[in-house]
Nanobody
Framework: QVQLVESGGGLVQAGGSLRLSCAAS????VGWFRQAPGKEREFVAA????????LYADSVKGRFTISRDNAKNTVNLQMTSLRPEDTAVYYC????????????????WGQGTQVTVSS
């Protein structure tokens, strides 16, 4: 069983930055998803186990950066130029099969961390 624990969420003003971290066991590809109230959970970014390849949703390209430190079993999501529409609960997820943009490709999920961007 893979344990995933997110941290780093909080309240930030529009235009600000936050860094989310996901403590994840090694050997898995990891993705970040988010879910706003009343909306479907949507893909944000993903990174392969080695960290060589990353995938981003169009809505966050150029603003968010996903990275990982396998020595520390950590996957980070650096978020800049935050907008009110980025407000959501952010989840990290792990997959043994590969990186993808649909939630069904991921096998394990964390509990989520709240990100709130005020205007």
């Amino acid at each position: 069983q893979v344990q995933l624990v997110e941290s780093g969420g909080g309240l930030v003003q529009a235009g600000g930055s936050l860094r989310l971290s996901c403590a994840a066991s090694g050997g898995y590809h990891v993705g970040w998803f988010r879910q706003a109230p009343g909306k479907e959970r949507e893909f944000v970014a993903a990174i392969t186990w080695i960290g060589k390849n990353q995938l981003y949703a169009d809505s966050v390209k150029g603003r968010f950066t996903i990275s990982r430190d396998n020595a520390k079993n950590t996957v980070n999501l650096q978020m800049t130029s935050l907008r009110p529409e980025d407000t959501a609960v952010y989840y990290c997820a792990a997959s043994m099969r590969g990186v993808g943009s649909t939630r069904y490709e991921y096998d394990y999920w964390g509990q989520g961390t709240q990100v709130t961007v005020s205007s």
